[in-house]
């Protein structure tokens, strides 16, 4: 397949773009700065900036699939703006490619804790990390709206680790998975199995999943 690839430099993306390759497919990264990505054989890396619709459309053409792991940047003052600004330019983009299947990896903080209660409205909830999942959170609900395309929303669960893939991992669907009484936790690398199974093998569409061990 032909896979545009959002943040291929970024913890997630890094991991999505290594478990494209492995399973023979074709990536075009789509780089800010081109030069952040280094080259190697089956990336073709495009300059983009995703906060712009028609350079996302532009780039995204002719492909199969769009996986975004966009981040706007942790330590970004303005992460929430820019983050859903980036969020709705890429699917403003996407859709008008002509591309139909969207992936979005996000966060953990849309999922529930409880009955309408979500991880990110919980007291113990990091400031740090707040701002980023408040936009995630908009950023499903903003595809949750979506009639074109056939999108998946992808959260991590709570402890997202380094590390290769090693298997095992369940699939969840809105609520926070556990493991033994505690979060559950998983690798990049079995994320990256999971987003890759999911462009294979669409199991999830216009719905948002999780994972863990």
Excluded: C
């Amino acid at each position: 397949m032909r896979l545009a690839l959002i943040g291929g430099t970024g913890f997630v993306g890094a991991a999505l773009l290594n478990e494209a390759l492995q399973r023979g497919h074709q990536v075009t990264a789509l780089q800010r700065d081109p030069s952040r990505l280094p080259a190697r054989p089956g990336v073709d890396v495009r300059q983009a900036d995703v906060l712009h619709a028609a350079q996302v459309s532009d780039a995204v053409a002719g492909h199969d699939a769009v996986l975004s792991a966009y981040n706007a940047g942790w330590q970004n003052p303005d992460l929430y703006e820019e983050f859903l600004r980036g969020s709705r330019a890429i699917a403003e983009g996407t859709r008008a490619a002509g591309v139909q299947r969207l992936l979005v990896v996000g966060g953990a903080g849309s999922l529930y804790v409880a009955p309408g209660v979500q991880l990110v409205d919980t007291p113990d909830f990091p400031a740090e990390w707040k701002q980023g999942a408040l936009a995630a959170r908009e950023a499903l609900n903003l595809l949750r709206q979506e009639t074109e395309l056939a999108w998946t929303f992808v959260s991590p669960p709570v402890f997202l680790d380094p590390g290769a893939k090693r298997g095992g991992f369940r699939l969840g669907g809105d609520e926070v998975l556990m493991d033994a009484g505690q979060p559950a936790r998983v690798t990049v690398g079995d994320l990256a199995v999971a987003v890759l199974d999911e462009v294979e093998r669409p199991a999830h569409v216009r719905r948002r999943f999780t994972l863990g061990y």
